[in-house]
């Protein structure tokens, strides 16, 4: 699935399901939400926290999903192309960084 496919994708699901957009300051909230429970699986399964009994079922992928879906929401109500926009800022970051990385001793 391309992006754009996936803007699309979510804007049929949520025509038909959800019945309208949440608006962009409630998505924003969401999307805040969203983030801390990937943080929340991180911290735990990466990081040094320990998994409590009520995050031992939760999922990474489906966590990024969520994520993922929340920002297409606020893309599509926005009218952001994400497609444009990652490459746009691919190219920014290539312009910016292109020796930054490789010059940084810590990296190595």
């Known amino acids: 699935m391309t992006i754009n496919e996936a803007q699309q994708k979510v804007d049929e699901w949520i025509k038909q399901n959800g019945v309208r957009y949440f608006n962009e300051l409630t998505n924003m909230a969401l999307l805040t939400e969203e983030v801390g429970e990937v943080a929340r699986i991180i911290a735990r399964k990466y990081g040094e926290q320990s998994f409590k009994e009520?995050?031992?079922?939760?999922?990474?992928?489906?966590?990024?999903?969520?994520?993922?879906?929340?920002?297409?929401?606020?893309?599509?109500?926005?009218?952001?192309?994400?497609?444009?926009?990652?490459?746009?800022?691919?190219?920014?970051?290539?312009?910016?960084?292109?020796?930054?990385?490789?010059?940084?001793?810590?990296?190595?």
Request: aromatic share 6%.
């Open 54 to 108: 009520s995050d031992k079922n939760h999922d990474l992928a489906d966590e990024f999903a969520d994520v993922l879906f929340v920002l297409i929401c606020l893309a599509n109500q926005t009218g952001v192309d994400l497609t444009k926009a990652l490459n746009d800022n691919l190219l920014k970051k290539t312009k910016r960084d292109k020796n930054r990385h490789i010059n940084n001793k810590k990296l190595y």
